[in-house]
């Protein structure tokens, strides 16, 4: 039985998580209507998953440091995050525009007749 070299298995544990990281920001970026449940819960899983290696491992190889993909792809992440939050509150603000507006067309004809 070979043995793996700690070296070897931190490098493997952080490849899995930039494939990882890669997969949340592919799902996030192709975020839409028709998909949402499916991708956003994808999204959440690969984070998951993320978390426990990275708590797995941080007991115990001292020197696992996250790569400098991992770090960018953190910050893309939480950036695209935050626009598909601002872009589904917008679209929410929108629908209740419509809302208003058609409630407020009913009171008029109502009132019309």
Request: glycine share 0%.
């Amino acid at each position: 039985m070979i043995k793996m070299q700690p070296e070897n298995q931190t490098s493997e544990k952080i490849k899995k998580i930039e494939n990882l990281l890669d997969g949340v920001f592919e799902d996030l970026s192709s975020l839409s209507e028709d998909n949402f449940n499916q991708k956003f819960l994808s999204a959440k899983s690969k984070m998951d998953l993320v978390k426990k290696i990275k708590v797995e491992n941080s007991s115990k190889i001292v020197s696992f440091r996250p790569s400098k993909k991992i770090t960018q792809m953190a910050k893309l992440i939480s950036e695209k995050y935050d626009n598909v939050v601002k872009d589904w509150a917008n679209k929410l603000k929108l629908v209740q525009k419509e809302i208003e507006l058609t409630q407020n067309q009913k009171k008029i004809s109502i009132y019309n007749r």
